[in-house]
């Protein structure tokens, strides 16, 4: 059974890159025709996609973000990282990475991580 586990700094200042990894252990990135995404979820509000990087290597994002974000994999680590640029407070949020498969469903999550964006 795929497993994913976010990892990363929990504070982050204004104006800095917000770095995070997902790694992924009980399956490849590459297998066909997985989708790994990055949702978050700021205190009190909804889920919110980032994006995500295809099995193919292809990447797609949130148009509202797009600006901001960048992902990436290291496909010999089994990893894919998010990026985000000029991070703000209202970035607060917990971070997760999750699995989508063909049909769009999110078949599997990592537990979330906290990252507070504050001087």
């Known amino acids: 059974q795929v497993q994913l586990q976010e990892s990363g700094p929990g504070l982050v200042k204004p104006s800095q890159t917000l770095s995070l990894t997902c790694t992924v252990s009980?399956?490849?990135?590459?297998?066909?025709?997985?989708?790994w995404s990055w949702i978050r979820q700021p205190p009190g509000k909804g889920l919110e996609w980032m994006g995500a990087?295809?099995?193919?290597?292809?990447?797609y994002y949130s148009p509202s973000l797009k600006s901001r974000t960048s992902i990436s994999r290291d496909t010999s680590k089994n990893q894919f990282t998010l990026q985000l640029s000029s991070v703000t407070p209202e970035d607060t949020a917990v971070y997760y990475c999750?699995?989508?498969?063909?049909?769009?469903?999110?078949?599997?999550w990592g537990q979330g991580t906290l990252v507070t964006v504050s001087s």
């Open positions: 999750a699995r989508r498969d063909d049909w769009g469903a999110l078949d599997a």
């Open positions: 009980g399956g490849s990135i590459t297998t066909n025709y997985y989708y």
């Open positions: 990087i295809a099995y193919s290597g292809s990447t």
